[in-house]
């Protein structure tokens, strides 16, 4: 038992090691940089921001994770270290949640390295996003739920309840998590609510006061837009019975093979094709979970709600045609985890479930690093315009050399999303008593920028030039108070 959890310890911390590898590589593009302002406008003003950013239907989310960014703005304002807590804080807070679900279920814990190396959740995990703070906060909450199954303790009961609440605050993709763990609580266990009611009163009424702005927000944006977003759906979504079938299509996240496409290295990323490997496990998992819903033991009662999960999550996603992109598993990503954990330890015959776990895991270790390898050394992908937000805030401390308030570019990263630049300028200031001077003709070219011949300049990396050439008028101040894109 001493070697096993000593590897399952070096496995986990190769996995943890991953995430805060080159945190300069990391994204940088359009609600990241809106939700910083937020944050950073909120504590210049001394207060807490009210929500967050508002959604494809017209409904703001919750303020929680607009919260921990002025915490963390409270320590630095370099994006890379802003990024590198963040990153701490999300993948230690998933692996911890993790670990406490494989104890409390009996589960072989080196499977959490797996789920932890997978691509999209170490990039998920980094971005400086709020809709991925639903992993975390999902894995704690499942894994509370799993304690309080087997001890019956009032402390994990409030942490599940808490959890659960708030949740779909983050995001509406988490009711499919949250909804049923609710019922499954008032169905089975309501004498030991009845029992710990006045904590968890206590609980609520803290919440609901905290909360108090954002829920009139949220309640009077849902009413409002509902009828619209119902019969429209979600824009440019699928057909709403593909949609519907987004729960088999939880390993979008998990295992993440899509995300070769954002890389231009495609041989030293074909480790990446094996992740495929956790839709079988995902399905199994379905299967072994029906057959043991009628007992009565806490991983019984685990897979359960994760059965339940599934169908209220086909139901809302099929409702609002909501597609499967792995960002739209953040709210089920325990869920879909627990039902793979369930299917590697339950296959015993010729060892398949431990055979296609531990491939699943090579390849998330192999893909991971292969894809963070080639993103270092060439960048993103030329098709996708993105550059990495080490190069970005270059950009940014470079103009405080200079009192120009516009530029010229051809990046269409900054004109369709300006806030990228004006934001890295908020956080990134000139220094005090510093002399600008007015240039006139800066421009910033594009990544991958294209010239004669067809050959790619700049290779990844946006490029300040002083003696610029023609192209669109970009504001580069500061971006103010309340701030809003002209669209979405």
Known sequence: MSWKRLGTALL????LALTILWPGDATWLSDEPRLLAEAWHANHDGELARGGLWGNFGIRYGPLPTWIYQALLLITHDPETLLLLRALLCAGATTAGLLWLARELRLPAWFAAAILAAPYVVQYHRLLWDASFAMPLGALTLAAFAHFLRTGSGKTLALTVAGAGLLPTIHPQALPFSLPLFGWLAWRHHPALRAHWKPLLALALVLL?????WIVEAVFGFAHQLGGSVSHGY?????????????????????????????????????LFGLYAVYPLVWAGIFVAAQRWRETSPRAAVGTVALAGLFVQAALFGLMRIPSGPQYFFGTFAMHAVLAWFAVDELRTLRFGTILGGAFAACAFAGTVGFA????SEGYAHTLGWAKLENQAAIARQLN?????????DAVLYLQHPQALRTLRLLLPRE????????????IAAPHRVVCGGDFVNRGRFVLHERGSAGDLLDVT???????????
Request: aromatic share 4%.
């Open 12 to 15: 986990v911390a190769a996995a």
């Open 209 to 213: 006061s905290t909360h108090a702005v």
């Open 235 to 271: 824009p440019n979504g699928a057909p709403r019975l593909a949609c519907a079938l987004a729960p088999l299509l939880g390993g979008n996240l998990i295992g993440g093979p899509g995300i070769a496409a954002q890389a231009p290295g495609a041989p030293l990323l074909l480790p």
């Open 373 to 376: 390898s080639v993103v270092h």
């Open 401 to 409: 050399k200079f009192s120009d308030q516009t530029v010229r570019t």
């Open 432 to 443: 005090p008593g510093a002399a600008p001077r007015e240039n006139g003709r800066l421009f």
């Open 478 to 488: 500061p971006l103010p108070k309340g701030w809003r894109p002209a669209s979405w």
